[in-house]
């Protein structure tokens, strides 16, 4: 498989990531709770396929890109993945309050600066 097209694969797989935490997100903002959300499910299914493909994706970019786990950006970028992955639990958790939104944004918005400023 070509760096595009685990590119193509990472990128579509991380807009699934976001759709799905979307659907959690919208549901707790509306006072839906874990137990009343009909569609999770499904949500939790796109979440959990749509992460294994970003991960598998990310480690082809680095095999074909030749990127070492020297690079902390990296590491950076696996505990971020951690932490959207466990991130539904957190929306379950304290989703009807604004805080969860805004530690994802700042979340995403570093991990796109590690990736394309490989600071370290
Ligand atoms: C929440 C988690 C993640 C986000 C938001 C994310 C985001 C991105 C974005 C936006 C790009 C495209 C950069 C560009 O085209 O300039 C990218 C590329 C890349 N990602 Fe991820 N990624 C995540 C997780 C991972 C993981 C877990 C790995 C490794 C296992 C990884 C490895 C890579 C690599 C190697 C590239 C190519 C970098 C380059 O060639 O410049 N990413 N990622």
Redesign the pocket.
């Known amino acids: 498989m070509s760096y595009t097209f685990y590119?193509l694969l990472?990128?579509s797989s991380?807009f699934v990531i976001l759709l799905s935490l979307g659907a959690i997100a919208s549901h707790r903002l509306q006072g839906g709770t874990k137990e009343n959300f009909k569609n999770r499910k499904f949500f939790s299914a796109l979440h959990g396929i749509a992460l294994l493909v970003?991960?598998v994706a990310?480690?082809g970019?680095?095999a074909k890109?030749g990127?070492t786990f020297q690079s902390g950006w990296?590491w950076g970028?696996?505990a971020?993945?951690l932490i959207?992955g466990m991130y539904p639990l957190f929306f379950y958790k304290k989703g009807n309050t604004k805080l969860p939104y805004i530690i994802l944004i700042a979340l995403?918005f570093v991990?796109?600066y590690l990736?394309?400023y490989k600071p370290f």
């Open positions: 590119k990472h990128l991380l970003t991960f990310g480690f970019l680095i890109a990127y990296v970028k696996l971020a993945w959207v995403l991990t796109i990736v394309e």
